[in-house]
């Protein structure tokens, strides 16, 4: 046994399968996966993204956990009341706000410095046992020979966006004439499920990182061609910000729920808040209420309220911020929260539009019991590609406020908050859970969702994915159509509760591993509402 591999598409799931079959490790196994997801699902990461890792290495303890954050940053020729007079409102849906223009969700102004390459460049070197170009090569083969658009993909590029001042996938590749060139038939469609689709571009720039290494994207030939086109299009992104970029070296946030330890992401991530709502529902006999009864949905949703009431307020980057972090994951707070909920007090949630649904992960687990949960994204991608060079960027500026005086307000070089939560669960510092999930804030509600299914309930990992999930960040309860109407009418005696379309996904796509204490036995899931995968190689 080599191990075992989630992801959220088949085919990088394979890649990465390939690599621990061959005796690379769970770091390498995760960078190639993590480099062909860049290929098959173009718009949710790419090399102008930015990436998060949690990583456990074999033989270590909960409290020796890694954490690495390769983040996008607002570019040097920003400030924070720029988009004052281009405010139209906040996206009912949570997914940042509506502006004139659209120039923080599509274009060049709405791309932040990309993150990804550093990152994955700098886990690799410090972690994997393969070489770079190594790495590279399956997603150069998947570009350069095509993959097969599957049902996910295509039917994300015939989803249109419910508001008039929103953007759908595909019209971020509407609005790029590269976008176009590749992503269009020559009918001036998008492709759809069983076509092949091909990009020798990204194949192109892939061979030239694998020769030139990771650094030639931030002072190469391939930043100077970048920063031209930004430059030329009125772009925010310099020079100066590729050629300083760095990668974050973080203490994880590291909690614990009924004695297992929990390590994961740190502000101005999802960690933080995932830690807060296990400390309140630590108080209670969860199990006694059964999974998913009404009883058990409301309470767990008032924990998620009261975990997002804080975060909303003070959730920031902490280089830029003071972030109350300690406070917000303290069992004191847990406790004054659980007073609350118990006195029936309504919790008050102040509004924090945050990044659109997006992105996508990977878990891996090797034989050796190494551990990596990685997240990587572009947003929902700018729509901008530089000629000839065949991925696009991120459009992290929508996640900033573009009201000044907040603690997520635009400022250069700055992060903005995430949901992202990359998270390795322990028992008796001996990992147990690995999970992790694309999803924006739903990332937090979900990826909790099932540790409490595999910690409270016992479930496998593949129940533990598989249940019926909900979320709760403000004034609705929001459940998956697989939960009862039965149960929807209990909850709403107390609490507003509105029924999603969607049976399966919508709230995060977790992808899961779990390890047997007793034995080392692997077993895992990939989300079903997607079309990944989980393979033990």
Same mark, same amino acid.
């Given at each position: 046994?080599?191990?075992?591999?989630?992801?959220?598409?088949?085919?990088?799931?394979?890649?990465?399968?390939?690599?621990?079959?061959?005796?690379?490790?769970?770091?390498?196994?995760?960078i190639a996966a993590a480099f062909v997801q860049m290929i098959v699902n173009p718009q949710m990461c790419g090399l102008g993204g930015y990436a998060l890792i949690t990583l456990r290495l074999a033989g270590e303890p909960a409290g020796r956990t890694l954490l690495l954050d390769a983040p996008a940053l607002a570019g040097s020729r920003t400030s924070a009341a720029m988009w004052v007079d281009h405010v139209i409102r906040p996206n009912p849906d949570g997914w940042g706000y509506f502006l004139k223009g659209k120039v923080n969700d599509m274009g060049y102004q709405a791309i932040c410095t990309p993150g990804t390459v550093r990152?994955?460049?700098?886990?690799?070197?410090?972690?994997?046992?393969?070489?770079?170009?190594?790495?590279?090569?399956?997603?150069?083969?998947?570009?350069?020979?095509?993959?097969?658009?599957?049902?996910?993909?295509?039917?994300?590029?015939?989803?249109?966006?419910?508001?008039?001042?929103?953007?759908?996938?595909?019209?971020?590749?509407?609005?790029?004439?590269?976008?176009?060139?590749?992503?269009?038939?020559?009918?001036?469609?998008?492709?759809?499920?069983?076509?092949?689709?091909?990009?020798?571009?990204?194949?192109?720039?892939?061979?030239?990182?694998?020769?030139?290494?990771?650094?030639?994207?931030?002072?190469?030939?391939?930043?100077?061609?970048?920063?031209?086109?930004?430059?030329?299009?009125?772009?925010?992104?310099?020079?100066?910000?590729?050629?300083?970029?760095?990668?974050?070296?973080?203490?994880?946030?590291?909690?614990?729920?009924?004695?297992?330890?929990?390590?994961?992401?740190?502000?101005?991530?999802?960690?933080?808040?995932?830690?807060?709502?296990?400390?309140?529902?630590?108080?209670?006999?969860?199990?006694?209420?059964?999974?998913?009864?009404?009883?058990?949905?409301?309470?767990?949703?008032?924990?998620?309220?009261?975990?997002?009431?804080?975060?909303?307020?003070?959730?920031?980057?902490?280089?830029?911020?003071?972030?109350?972090?300690?406070?917000?994951?303290?069992?004191?707070?847990?406790?004054?929260?659980?007073?609350?909920?118990?006195?029936?007090?309504?919790?008050?949630?102040?509004?924090?539009?945050?990044?659109?649904?997006?992105?996508?992960?990977?878990?891996?687990?090797?034989?050796?019991?190494?551990?990596?949960?990685?997240?990587?994204?572009?947003?929902?991608?700018?729509?901008?590609?530089?000629?000839?060079?065949?991925?696009?960027?991120?459009?992290?500026?929508?996640?900033?406020?573009?009201?000044? +005086?907040?603690?997520?307000?635009? =400022?250069?070089?700055?992060? #903005?908050?995430?949901?992202?939560?990359?998270? $390795? *669960?322990? %028992? @008796?510092?001996?990992?147990?859970?690995?999970?992790?999930?694309?999803?924006?804030?739903?990332?937090?509600?979900?990826?909790?969702?099932?540790?409490?299914?595999?910690?409270?309930? +016992?479930?496998?990992?593949?129940? =533990?994915?598989?249940?019926? #999930?909900?979320?709760?960040?403000?004034?609705? $309860? *929001?459940? %998956? @159509?697989?939960?009862?109407?039965?149960?929807?009418?209990?909850?709403?005696?107390?609490?507003?509760?509105?029924?999603?379309?969607?049976?399966?996904?919508?709230?995060?796509?977790?992808?899961?591993?779990?390890?047997?204490?007793?034995?080392?036995?692997?077993?895992?899931?990939?989300?079903?509402?997607?079309?990944?995968?989980?393979?033990?190689?």
């Amino acid at each position: 046994m080599r191990g075992m591999i989630a992801a959220a598409e088949p085919v990088a799931a394979e890649a990465g399968a390939r690599v621990l079959q061959q005796g690379g490790n769970a770091v390498d196994a995760a960078i190639a996966a993590a480099f062909v997801q860049m290929i098959v699902n173009p718009q949710m990461c790419g090399l102008g993204g930015y990436a998060l890792i949690t990583l456990r290495l074999a033989g270590e303890p909960a409290g020796r956990t890694l954490l690495l954050d390769a983040p996008a940053l607002a570019g040097s020729r920003t400030s924070a009341a720029m988009w004052v007079d281009h405010v139209i409102r906040p996206n009912p849906d949570g997914w940042g706000y509506f502006l004139k223009g659209k120039v923080n969700d599509m274009g060049y102004q709405a791309i932040c410095t990309p993150g990804t390459v550093r990152g994955l460049a700098t886990i690799l070197a410090r972690w994997g046992t393969i070489g770079w170009a190594q790495a590279l090569e399956p997603a150069i083969q998947v570009a350069d020979e095509g993959f097969m658009v599957d049902s996910q993909l295509a039917t994300r590029w015939k989803t249109r966006s419910p508001y008039p001042e929103g953007c759908s996938v595909l019209d971020y590749i509407i609005a790029n004439a590269e976008a176009r060139r590749i992503y269009l038939t020559s009918d001036g469609i998008p492709y759809d499920e069983g076509q092949i689709l091909r990009n020798p571009d990204y194949a192109r720039t892939l061979r030239h990182l694998a020769a030139h290494g990771a650094d030639d994207f931030y002072t190469g030939e391939l930043a100077e061609r970048m920063i031209s086109d930004l430059a030329a299009n009125a772009g925010f992104v310099t020079a100066d910000d590729l050629a300083h970029y760095q990668v974050r070296d973080e203490a994880p946030t590291l909690s614990t729920f009924h004695g297992y330890t929990i390590a994961s992401s740190q502000a101005p991530h999802g960690g933080p808040t995932l830690a807060a709502i296990l400390n309140i529902l630590e108080g209670y006999d969860l199990a006694a209420l059964g999974h998913n009864s009404a009883a058990y949905i409301l309470l767990v949703s008032m924990a998620m309220k009261a975990a997002f009431a804080d975060r909303n307020r003070w959730m920031g980057d902490p280089a830029a911020d003071d972030v109350p972090t300690n406070w917000m994951i303290s069992k004191e707070r847990a406790a004054e929260w659980r007073a609350l909920i118990d006195s029936g007090t309504a919790i008050s949630v102040d509004a924090l539009p945050h990044g659109p649904p997006s992105t996508t992960h990977v878990c891996v687990v090797d034989a050796a019991g190494n551990c990596v949960s990685l997240t990587h994204s572009l947003g929902m991608s700018s729509g901008v590609i530089t000629p000839g060079l065949g991925f696009m960027y991120n459009n992290s500026m929508i996640n900033f406020n573009p009201l000044p +005086g907040h603690r997520n307000s635009i =400022a250069p070089g700055k992060g #903005r908050t995430t949901g992202m939560a990359p998270t $390795i *669960v322990y %028992q @008796n510092d001996q990992p147990i859970l690995v999970v992790g999930a694309p999803g924006a804030s739903r990332i937090i509600t979900g990826v909790l969702q099932v540790i409490l299914n595999r910690l409270v309930f +016992g479930m496998s990992p593949v129940e =533990a994915v598989y249940a019926a #999930r909900f979320d709760c960040q403000g004034d609705r $309860i *929001v459940v %998956q @159509n697989r939960i009862p109407e039965y149960i929807c009418e209990e909850i709403r005696r107390t609490h507003p509760v509105v029924r999603i379309p969607q049976s399966h996904g919508a709230i995060s796509l977790v992808q899961a591993i779990a390890i047997d204490p007793s034995n080392g036995a692997l077993s895992g899931a990939s989300d079903t509402g997607n079309s990944g995968m989980a393979l033990l190689v």
